[in-house]
């Protein structure tokens, strides 16, 4: 019983990087400890395992959730608009997507593939990404000369202000987690990195 509580708090501190990001998850719309599907009344394990974990996606420790089997997504393109060119979901967005296109259970984790509670509402994405803003694309100097419209990227180590830090891309790309953190750690609805009161988190990248 002392190991299980003792691997319990080390994964919160692996994953999470304090007590204190722990504490915004409860709570917050990631806290999937008081669904019925989640038979282990557990919140990290949705996700994150101390065992066993999948090691087939880069950058994603201890990962335990069923991946998504979508091939292609049909992505954002407005090319009126669009400078940059965007490129299939990868990286930390590919798994934002193991729950949010709606293929996959939400309560297929630790090697469960047959789950039937899929997630719902505004929440599900779907595999037509064409209507969400675009995700997985290069945000780069020559992305802000070419646009006009975009805020160079600062090397700040936090969020910017006015301007996007590189902390905020991933691989020098824009994903789900410039926006959202699914850890909370803000404690600001939606997830979000940083408040939108005017526009703010909009204005960190567009020039309006």
Partial sequence: MKFTKLASILLVLFVTGSISSYAVITGSSHDFTGDSWNTTSEICIVCHTPHNASTTVTNAPLWN???SAVASYTVYSNA???????????ASSKLCLSCHDGTIALENFSGKTNGTNMISGAYNLGSNLSNDHPISFTYDAALVASDGGLNAITAASGIGSGTISSSMLFAGKMECASCHDVHNKANIAHLLVKANTGSALCITCHAK
């Fill in 80 to 90: 009126a608009s669009l400078n940059a060119t965007v490129g299939q979901p990868n």
């Fill in 65 to 67: 959730h069923q991946l």
